[in-house]
């Protein structure tokens, strides 16, 4: 098919719920508005084209229990009208992922998401369309590492990224972020990062504001503010050592101040929060500031398909999620009059990379940037005997390989690894490259370490952990899954108030674990000082190369 009939082919689509559409018509749908917002997150890096098994347990609690985000599987399908066994079915759940996989093949990847980007602004008018990225976009490969996040400049350059804000991007450190923004075309938005008072007092500084609050972008007649909230844990769940002298929050009354500012000065049509809040803490903060018309959320992965309302003083503000790793684009169209947003429809569009042409200069930039490393991207370790996958609330499968590098490198009785939510899936029977292990934690601060710890201290680590997931207030939820444990199995009750969720702790032979006895523990990625061990890809690279390899202890939930 030549590109002139594909574009014709490839107009607007909703994500084709309750049926299987023609390959031809699977992104058509007629235009609707004034204007199109397109809206990425958590790519993480991921320039190619990727399999990413969405998680089989996600656990809400208290008004998140069985209500979006926290909707898996069978659930999800009823609750958005999604036909078991369809193309959907494959994007939005873990359902016979394997085999869907087999079916409908990898999803996301640049070259293909900017064939629907530029689509979409062809079919719209480029003067019509505005493209947000709500971070993560610069972190989760072994190029994004070794080019300190510049391939992901270039390539979010190429794909036409007006504005985006930011997380894992500050993990490459101050300097780095700053020469990164610098080649950046767009904007980076973030009203709640600021220099800490004594560090804005020692610069001399008139104000303690490092990036841009807000953009107004005049799209047609429509005025369009758009508002960054950067991850307001930063200095918590990473190395506080990056982002020395600023601090992050949530910052709700400074936030509704400005949003309060913008409406009586620029006059929008509408506002628009671009968020790496995760959807938990985005949906009560809907709730109490009043003012914003969309927020369009990340962090924790979450495709929803459909966006939330949440009532507040002011009326309604609509709240999404757009996915993670290139999966999905989504599109908002907007229709507004007198200075009010009218109308929207919101489409969470799932990026099949069989379904679209790459595009020809983004998969040239692609090659060219990946070109020096293929020999190491392409080593080969083992072979996947079952199919490997990070995200779930309390276990994956590539991490159990982790857990059991670090084992068998230490000699440990326990081994940690973070819940990251990042990490792309292997399929059984295919090949593991060195590849996969860095999408699994190509980190700047991937150092290991082993040291002795006590049962108590092991369980008071893991209640922690369990209350930034499970805490009853989603304002002190920091978005990850719970710790990965390998030589060891604990029960945990995620309803359960802090000091009573983490039960029973096992060691794989079935020794229960002692409260006042010590433990060799490994892990890695500690947000501490540096840790001294090697890198925690180099070790995992070397065990897959072993012949002798045991399976780890799973995380119980009860």
Known sequence: MNRRRFLQYLALSPVAVGCSVPRRDYYRQPEFGDITIMHITDCHAQLLPVYYRE??????????K??????SGEQLLRRFGI?????????????????????????GGF??????????RDLRGPDKTLLLDGGDSWQGSATA?????QDMVDACNLLGVDAMTGHWEFTYGKERLFENLKRFKGVFLAQNAAQAE?????SGADNDELFKAYLIKEIGKIRIAVIGQAYPYTPIANPPRFVKGWQFGIEERRLQSLVDRIRITERPDAIILLSHNGMDVDLKLASRVAGIDLILGGHTHDAVPEPIPVANPAGRTWVTNAGSH????????????????????????PVFAELLEPDFEMQSLIDSLRMPYMPALRRPLAEASELLYRRDNFYGTFDGLILDALLAEYGADIALTPGFRWGTAVLPGRTIAMEDVMNHTAITYPETYAAMMTGTQLKNMLEDVADNLFNPDPYYRQGGDMVRTGGMRFDCDPAAEWGKRIGTMRLCNGDRVEAGKQYKVAGWATVSAPAAGRPVFEIVGEHLKSPVRHRPGRAMSV
């Open 55 to 64: 998680p089989a347990v996600n656990l809400g609690i208290g008004a998140g």
């Open 66 to 71: 069985n209500a979006p985000p926290h909707l």
């Open 83 to 107: 036909l078991p066994h369809s193309r959907e079915a494959y994007a939005f759940t873990h359902l016979d992922f394997t085999g869907a996989a087999h079916r409908y093949g990898k999803m």
């Open 111 to 120: 070259a293909h998401l900017a064939t629907l980007v530029n689509t979409i």
């Open 145 to 149: 590492l070794w080019t300190r996040g």
């Open 198 to 202: 004594e560090a804005a007092f020692e």
């Open 326 to 349: 290139g999966k999905f684009l989504a599109v908002i169209d907007l229709k507004a009059a007198g200075g009010r947003l009218q109308a929207i429809r919101y489409r969470l569009l």
